[in-house]
């Protein structure tokens, strides 16, 4: 019987190659969502953080315009799941790989696979979604989690930065991805609590 082995350079998504980054899930930005259903975007989100923190990834959090005054801090909910130990880059830039700490965060952690959620998909997960595929980091927008000011926005920043090398992805699909085999026991519990209430599947096994 074969087992899941702890592999960095792996070419696909797993525990130890990846990073999740999540920018400005903030009042102004959800408010303006028109591509989905807010409040399934803030559930997605929260399910996306909550996978992340099942399986050890690290967490990159940014926000924009908060010490200015100009906007308020990521949502509680979100704020909450993402737990007090992760530090927030509050931001000037629209486009966070601009910004020095931030950027200088996810590199930090020696990782070339992001995964990406953020509002706008057509302005702050396409900008730096661009400029670390030209660093040579593959990326991977959590579609389901992601959403524009409205359909066709969403849509056509989708489309562009998939034509430019990132890899679109679903919460189900990550899910199955970093679990990738039953024998890995000390998640299957997490695994499926939170593809339950995402509302994909109960159990698989």
């Not at 990782?111 to 706008?120: D, E, G, Q, T, V």
Request: glycine content about 6%.
């Amino acid at each position: 019987m074969s087992s899941y082995e702890k592999r960095t350079e792996d070419h696909l998504l797993s525990p130890e190659n990846t990073v999740l980054t999540i920018i400005d899930y903030q009042p102004t930005q959800i408010n303006s969502i028109n591509s989905m259903n807010r409040s399934e975007l803030i559930r997605n989100t929260e399910i996306v953080i909550e996978l992340a923190k099942l399986y050890g990834i690290p967490i990159v959090l940014s926000t924009v315009n908060v010490e200015k005054g100009w906007n308020s801090d990521t949502i509680p909910v979100l704020k909450r799941a993402v737990g007090d130990g992760v530090q927030s880059y509050d931001r000037s830039s629209i486009n966070a790989w601009e910004d020095q700490e931030y950027n200088a965060a996810v590199k930090a952690f020696g990782r070339k696979k992001i995964l990406i959620a953020a509002l706008w998909t057509e302005a702050c997960l396409t900008f730096p979604t661009l400029d670390a595929l030209k660093e040579g980091y593959e990326v991977y927008p959590i579609v389901d989690a992601v959403g524009g000011t409205s359909l066709l926005a969403h849509e056509t920043a989708l489309r562009r930065v998939e034509q430019a090398g990132a890899q679109l992805t679903t919460i189900a699909q990550l899910a199955c991805e970093l679990q990738r085999d039953w024998n890995r026991e000390e998640t299957v519990p997490g695994f499926d609590e939170l593809m339950t209430k995402f509302g994909a599947f109960s159990n698989l096994r």
